[in-house]
């Protein structure tokens, strides 16, 4: 383990002005989290500080005094101190986030403290996967003009991946980015993977009845009581058979009260981005009646990830079916998703939740 310890030497050009104060120890703390580095110092300080990217630059009001080597650990890779400037440097292996570098003043017997909390994840960026419906083998409905559901979901897909790109605060994932088969546990283990912060899958509906159209969205329900959505959770649900595993008839083991506090927030979460989706979709495209509704498709059943699955028309329907083949149609759905995402991020940050 010793490889993971450095030992840096803060070389101090001799000056004969009086040092009044002393950095006397360096000490680091961490968990999953959370980073923090503990400078402690004799005696309070004044200091500005600057971060930028992998670096943190402390200037002090006054000399600092550095006459031991101090063991650099976790994710720091050297300390500069120049006697001149009264500067110290901090540089560290990777981009740091959520920064903060404050004073504990001296109390009895104590030290001096310059704290540094730093994170390793860019908590503005958000991850978002995308998960394009079918693939493969598995065509998912067949449209009235022959158009299947697994090539409009793929191109509505990379549509988003396109226009979130504009975005620098947005990573989009796509489950997948070509046609092959994928089956539902591996949609949803690709979010579990990539600490999603939401899941978007992407489907296009079918139904008996012809004039029936217009976008739906869905989020979990415990039960599919829904006839509809039971019937439609059902077909959706199907395409995990083809691989052997059935995973509608997973039961989730929400065991504690934790879990299912987890879960309902989640939940309500999910909720929340379907509302910024119907806010976005309803002056300019059809929606479906009661367009917010529940069953129990497996690719919404992440207990931590807020999850939706936007139907986005029905290919079974004449007008919603030469609709959803057309670049533009694609493109008007990707624009609107798009803003919903973002209002429903701006929402969060704001609210805090
Ligand atoms: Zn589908």
Known sequence: MINFFKFIFIFIVYCNQAYSNELVNLRFGSNEEKKRIVLDLLEDVTFNHKIHGKKIEIDFKEKIKITKSFQIKNYLDSIDYNDKSNRLILNFKQSIFSTNVYLLKKKKNLHSRIVIDY?????KKKTIIIDPGHGGKDSGAVGLYKNLEKNITLKVGLLLKEKFKKNTNYKVILTRDKDYFLTLRNRTKIAKKNNADIFISLHADYNKISKTRGISLYTLSEKASDKEAA?????????????GVDLSNQTSEVTSILLDLTKRDTLNQSSLLVNFLIKAFKNEMNLLQRTHRYAGF???KSLDIPSVLIEMGYLSNKYDSKLLMTDDYQKKLAEKIVKAVINYFNWKDQNNS
């Open 231 to 243: 019937a439609l959770a059902r077909r959706e649900n199907r395409s995990d058979l083809i691989d």
């Open 298 to 300: 497996a690719v919404l």
């Open 119 to 123: 994170s390793l994840k860019d908590k």
